[in-house]
């Protein structure tokens, strides 16, 4: 049974910065295979990809909203992901979902991020 486990999330003031991290066990293949992504979803709205990291670590994809604050990466022999968020605003607020894929999509219970002064 594939399980990923999150931490990290919170409450943060706007300039602050938080670390998510996501576990990942269960696996049928070595980790190194899979493409690696976090997403968000605000109240109301769909989720989206924030961003992704490549199964051969050939390239990361950061959305508009987040590119030069946040850093996605991955350590294939702890099996984990991070995505370190900096320069939070408000706007950021919404639960973080990590997601794996390789033939099949595997995501995480999601992680509360509020930025609120």
């Known amino acids: 049974q594939v399980q990923l486990v999150e931490s990290g999330g919170g409450l943060v003031q706007p300039g602050g910065s938080l670390r998510l991290s996501c576990t990942v066990s269960?696996?049928?293949?070595?980790?190194?295979?899979?493409?690696v992504a976090w997403y968000r979803q605000a109240p109301g709205k769909q989720r989206d990809v924030v961003a992704r990291i490549s199964g051969d670590d050939s390239g990361i994809y950061y959305s508009d909203p987040v590119r030069g604050r946040f850093t996605a990466s991955r350590d294939n022999q702890q099996n984990t992901m991070y995505l370190e968020m900096t320069s939070l605003k408000p706007e950021d607020t919404a639960i973080y979902y990590c997601?794996?894929?390789?033939?099949?999509?595997?995501w995480g219970q999601g992680t509360q991020v509020t930025v609120s002064s």
């Open positions: 997601n794996v894929h390789w033939l099949d999509d595997y």
């Open positions: 269960g696996l049928r293949f070595r980790f190194s295979l899979y493409s």
